[in-house]
């Protein structure tokens, strides 16, 4: 077949010699053997698909991106000399070398891997990492009824893999009765009772305002903290606590407000004034 070198498991190394025999008896020549350590799923357990390990295509459909999988199996028991980590094929291509292998067994370690796939992401522009997110948006409550264009610069930043897009954006189409105790917030000095006193202020405010332009939206709420005697801080905090009823969001009140619009926004605004009321 042509076969010149073989690269495989340590496992093997005790079977060579009868490899050699038989290809000692056909006359053929033997090839260059490399014998490297396994990849380890812990340090006592070897990474097998036998025992339940995820393969490369369970990876992607996790939201892992491919050349992010292929850059982290690369670095598991090689390494390059310049010590990069973010390797594009062509890259590990020009720079592989066996002298960069190791002899000891790596561990796949999956945090690392996302660590990895997140520094893609981000690296990602916006028509890009839509392409690539799109199954997951699409699967997600917002599938189709948000431009992705606007929401993509804000997951970029956020998103580690592409399976954490559902969680990130679906408070969009769910909102209800949360927990008010998400107001507290002891580094701006928030809490359910200064939130009702700066929603109650902004309410006015938006309701008078005309169009949805996010800049003006923003000068409202300072105005309005500063007419309550309120941080501005302390109303950016609770608006966008207000509306999405989330401890985290992938953006702040006013790129929250861009999103829901103004009608969703004054709605959840006016809901929140009441759960606090109760």
């Not at 094929?89 to 990895?116: N, Q, T, Y």
């Not at 520094?119 to 028509?127: G, R």
């Not at 690539?132 to 956020?158: E, H, N, T």
Request: net charge negative; aromatic share 10%; proline share 5%.
């Amino acid at each position: 077949m042509g076969i010149t070198h073989v690269i495989r498991g340590n496992e093997y190394l005790s079977s060579t010699p009868k490899y050699n025999l038989i290809y000692d008896a056909f006359g053929w020549e033997r090839p260059q053997y490399m014998h490297l350590p396994p990849i380890m799923r812990d340090k006592e357990h070897k990474l097998s698909k036998r025992h339940g390990d995820a393969n490369f295509d369970d990876f992607v459909k996790k939201g892992y991106l491919p050349k992010a999988i292929v850059n982290y199996i690369a670095l598991l028991g090689w390494s390059p000399k310049n010590n990069e980590e973010m390797l594009s094929m062509d890259d590990l291509i020009r720079l592989f070398s066996v002298d960069g292998l190791c002899i000891s067994p790596a561990i796949f370690d999956e945090a690392k891997l996302r660590w990895l796939n997140a520094s893609y992401i981000k690296n990602m522009s916006v028509p890009e990492f839509i392409e690539a997110a799109r199954p997951f948006l699409d699967a997600s409550k917002v599938g189709g009824k948000y431009d992705y264009r606007l929401l993509a610069p804000l997951l970029i930043p956020r998103v580690e893999i592409l399976s954490d897009i559902p969680s990130l954006v679906n408070f969009l189409e769910e909102f209800g009765e949360y927990d008010v105790n998400l107001y507290n917030h002891q580094k701006m000095k928030t809490d359910a009772t200064v939130a009702q006193t700066a929603l109650k202020a902004a309410l006015p405010a938006i309701e008078a305002m005309e169009g949805w332009d996010m800049t003006v939206l923003h000068d409202l709420l300072v105005a309005a903290a500063e007419g309550a005697g309120l941080k501005k801080g302390q109303m950016l905090w609770s608006f966008r606590i207000a509306i999405t009823g989330q401890a985290s969001t992938p953006g702040g009140a006013t790129e929250m407000a861009a999103l829901l619009g103004r009608e969703e926004t004054l709605r959840r605004l006016k809901f929140s004034i009441d759960l606090l009321s109760k």
